[in-house]
């Protein structure tokens, strides 16, 4: 087993760090490649999800293994169902298997994909057959994972009639479809979205164009954490632009109730704890916009001892781990006094943190990731720390400058 120890530290923070380019850019756009060869991009994502994209995209095998990756399983089911001769089973680990992907096969049978279920129904191994399909009218259920609604989004243009989804119910992480539009967007394909309507028109070809990747909102979290859990510091991240396509950007808003403010230059943000801050009661958000930020969020709230109530969180449960139970079964260890529900988590105040405690990250880079910046308040042991490569390979590389 992987276990690394962190030594509380008690130095002072002021260091500058680059992220990589963001996972969810990077995979959107790297299937729009395929889609338009033309399309040159620039800053991808080291992550392993990003990687086992790049592999899966290469590879001429009759079986392609995602791993744990998500978005890779989930993307590439759309695209290998319009690759016209394609004849590939698509899967995955086994927390893999047990991720539903449904939703997103109906709607693609829907549109007229030859898609098999070899083991469960409703889960991967996928058969998937390819073939040119035509497009047209999809319901889908609004409150289901983005990934879902932006695989289908992807395809969209390739289609002769392009794609209209019709939502039923509200809208899930709107911020993370809008990413998938500014990118067709930019590439000149015509969409809309208005109320429950989404419509992707088709298109051909594009111009020659080159996309510089922004850097991930989602790691940059991390760093937001330890500012909030910061005395004094000060960190400077590249690259990053105020207006965002990531949802997670919304961090430099949030992040102000627990006293760091973030400062735009032309590639980089600075996150700086503000002088003399005073800790609120409680801190109450609702993350149905961006539930990746939801594990950062309470154990920073821990760490400070503030009380939290954090709702919209209903997609956890189908992430790596079941990340709400998760959160409970290791805060808890730490000595936290935390309730969850299927959408919700609710912690109150700590006065003390048990120190030494084994953290078990349960196969989830962000479970490992989100923990660290209790280093400054305590020594604290993370168990299988090697999983941060699904995101960020040099997670603790750059985290070794608070060592």
């Known amino acids: 087993m992987n276990r690394l120890r962190l030594h509380q530290f008690h130095g002072e923070i002021n260091h500058k760090i680059k992220i990589t380019g963001s996972k969810s850019e990077s995979n959107r756009l790297l299937i729009l490649q395929?889609?338009?060869?033309?399309?040159?991009?620039?800053?991808?994502?080291?992550?392993?999800?990003?990687?086992?994209?790049?592999?899966?995209?290469?590879?001429?095998?009759?079986?392609?293994?995602?791993?744990?990756?998500g978005t890779t399983m989930r993307f590439l089911t759309s695209l290998l169902s319009v690759k016209n001769g394609s004849d590939v089973?698509?899967?995955?680990?086994?927390?893999?298997?047990?991720?539903?992907?449904?939703?997103?096969?109906?709607?693609?049978?829907?549109?007229?994909?030859?898609?098999?279920?070899?083991?469960?129904?409703?889960?991967?191994?996928?058969?998937?057959?390819?073939?040119k399909l035509v497009g047209g009218k999809v319901k889908i259920n609004g409150n289901v994972s983005s990934q879902y609604i932006s695989s289908l989004l992807l395809i969209a243009p390739s289609l002769e009639k392009g794609i209209e989804l019709e939502f039923e119910g509200a809208i899930t992480s709107v911020p993370y479809i809008k990413m998938t539009l500014s990118l067709l967007d930019s590439l000149g394909i015509k969409t809309s979205f208005k109320g429950q309507f989404i419509k992707v028109a088709p298109k051909d070809k594009i111009k020659d164009t080159l996309v510089t990747i922004e850097s991930d909102w989602s790691s940059a979290s991390y760093y937001y954490s330890l500012i909030a859990l910061s005395k004094k510091g000060k960190i400077t991240l590249s690259s990053y632009k105020?207006?965002?396509?990531?949802?997670?950007?919304?961090?430099?808003?949030?992040?102000?109730?627990?006293?760091?403010?973030?400062?735009?230059?032309?590639?980089?943000?600075?996150?700086?704890?503000?002088?003399?801050?005073?800790?609120?009661?409680?801190?109450?958000?609702?993350?149905?916009?961006?539930?990746d930020i939801a594990q950062t969020i309470s154990v920073t709230c821990f760490g400070m001892g503030i009380a939290c109530d954090l709702t919209g969180l209903h997609t956890l449960k189908i992430k790596e781990t079941d990340r709400l139970i998760a959160l409970k079964q290791e805060l808890t260890k730490l000595g936290a006094d935390?309730?969850?529900?299927?959408?919700?988590?609710?912690?109150?105040?700590?006065?003390?943190?048990?120190?030494?405690?084994?953290?078990?990250?349960?196969?989830?880079?962000?479970?490992?990731?989100?923990?660290?910046?209790?280093?400054?308040?305590?020594?604290?042991?993370?168990?299988?720390?090697?999983?941060v490569s699904k995101s960020y390979p040099t997670f603790w590389r750059d985290f070794s400058n608070f060592q």
């Open 34 to 69: 395929q889609l338009y060869p033309n399309l040159k991009v620039q800053n991808l994502s080291n992550s392993d999800d990003t990687n086992l994209m790049l592999a899966a995209l290469s590879s001429d095998k009759k079986e392609i293994n995602v791993g744990h990756a």
């Open 338 to 387: 935390i309730s969850v529900s299927d959408q919700s988590l609710h912690l109150k105040a700590s006065k003390e943190i048990i120190p030494e405690v084994p953290i078990s990250t349960y196969q989830d880079h962000r479970m490992a990731m989100a923990f660290a910046p209790l280093l400054l308040k305590t020594n604290i042991l993370i168990e299988e720390s090697d999983v």
């Open 89 to 131: 089973v698509l899967t995955g680990s086994g927390r893999m298997k047990e991720r539903p992907i449904q939703i997103l096969v109906d709607a693609l049978r829907t549109l007229g994909a030859s898609i098999t279920y070899l083991e469960n129904d409703g889960f991967a191994p996928l058969h998937i057959k390819g073939k």
């Open 242 to 291: 105020k207006e965002s396509l990531q949802g997670d950007s919304v961090l430099s808003k949030l992040y102000l109730d627990f006293g760091v403010k973030t400062t735009f230059s032309e590639k980089s943000i600075t996150l700086e704890k503000i002088n003399e801050f005073v800790n609120p009661a409680k801190i109450t958000f609702d993350l149905i916009k961006a539930p």
